[in-house]
């Protein structure tokens, strides 16, 4: 039997992972792929809780997070394919309209 | 044996995980997260999540991951610069997050919780049975919360795809 400590290290790592995709890709289509991979992180936080804690709710929780990050996906791509059409580009670097 | 699972798991999520971050080019980075979907479907798995592991193939690997492919390949980007300035204060960040994440699990005890659902009771049941009785149940409210936003997004994803009259 796996502790669970193990499986929170995992997730811990896998959220580290995509964190530094977001800070450090300037693809923006590349950015999104790493938000996912922190919310796939959290779900396997939340599945392991609910197994070690003998309860469904992680599990419930799990598919409401699935419905946020289709969601997620269909609005932020439908922005990047806007944004393409508008700049050409998808280098968030080119994209600060809106920093001052 | 679920020990030695659990590790193949953890390098097949990890090592995809890494190359998504790290790989030039946009459609080989999908096609490692499909991998590393793959093996959280395997870790849900053993995790005693079985339809958990379906959903997750179904819905990321098989609804998500195309819609990403669709659009990278639409796009058709060029190679480009792939890391921007930020490398080294990404680096420490997340170094010192993880690090902290550490210290306080192991630092820490998870103390022996036991609810109403252990194992032997949703194999008896089955997992799905278990979760469609509470979801309909218990959580009915945030079930047509979440449906509400899907309508809600995929309204605000056709609305932002349209062309508007008289550009390009």
């Known amino acids: 039997m796996v502790p669970l400590s193990y499986y929170v290290v995992?997730?811990?790592?896998?959220?580290?992972?995509?964190?530094?995709?977001?800070?450090?890709?300037?693809?923006?289509?590349?950015?999104?792929?790493?938000?996912e991979l922190m919310l796939n992180a959290a779900n396997i936080n939340f599945v392991a809780f609910s197994h070690y804690a003998e309860m469904v709710t992680g599990q419930l929780f799990v598919f409401f997070v699935m419905t946020v990050a289709a969601?997620?996906?269909?609005?932020?791509l439908a922005i990047v394919i806007a944004l393409y059409r508008r700049r050409a580009t998808l280098n968030v670097e080119e994209l600060s309209l809106l920093k001052w | 044996m679920t020990a030695l699972l659990f590790f193949y798991f953890s390098g097949g999520i990890i090592i995809p995980a890494l190359l998504v971050v790290l790989l030039r080019n946009p459609v080989y980075c999908t096609l490692a997260l499909l991998v590393m979907f793959a093996h959280?479907?395997?870790?849900?798995?053993?995790?005693?999540?079985?339809?958990?592991?379906a959903v997750q193939v179904i819905v990321y690997a098989g609804a998500i991951l195309v819609?990403?492919?669709?659009?990278?390949?639409l796009l058709n980007v060029k190679r480009e610069e792939r890391f921007q300035r930020q490398v080294i204060p990404a680096s420490v960040v997340a170094v010192l997050l993880l690090a902290e994440v550490v210290v306080?699990?192991?630092?820490?005890?998870?103390?022996?919780l036991t609810g109403e659902f252990p194992a032997s009771r949703i194999e008896e049941v089955g997992s799905t049975a278990v979760i469609g009785q509470e979801l309909f149940s218990r959580y009915l409210l945030p079930f047509e919360v979440a449906s509400l936003l899907l309508l809600?997004?995929?309204?605000?994803?056709i609305?932002?795809?349209?062309?508007?009259?008289?550009e390009g």
């Open chain 1, 10 to 35: 995992l997730s811990a790592a896998l959220f580290m992972i995509g964190l530094i995709g977001v800070l450090i890709r300037r693809n923006i289509v590349i950015i999104l792929l790493s938000i």
């Open chain 2, 152 to 157: 809600a997004a995929m309204i605000g994803a």
């Open chain 2, 67 to 73: 819609l990403y492919l669709f659009v990278v390949m």
């Open chain 2, 40 to 53: 959280v479907a395997g870790l849900y798995v053993l995790l005693n999540a079985e339809f958990i592991a």
């Open chain 1, 71 to 76: 969601a997620e996906v269909t609005v932020g």
């Open chain 2, 104 to 112: 306080i699990v192991f630092g820490g005890r998870f103390s022996a």
């Open chain 2, 159 to 166: 609305v932002l795809s349209k062309r508007v009259k008289g």
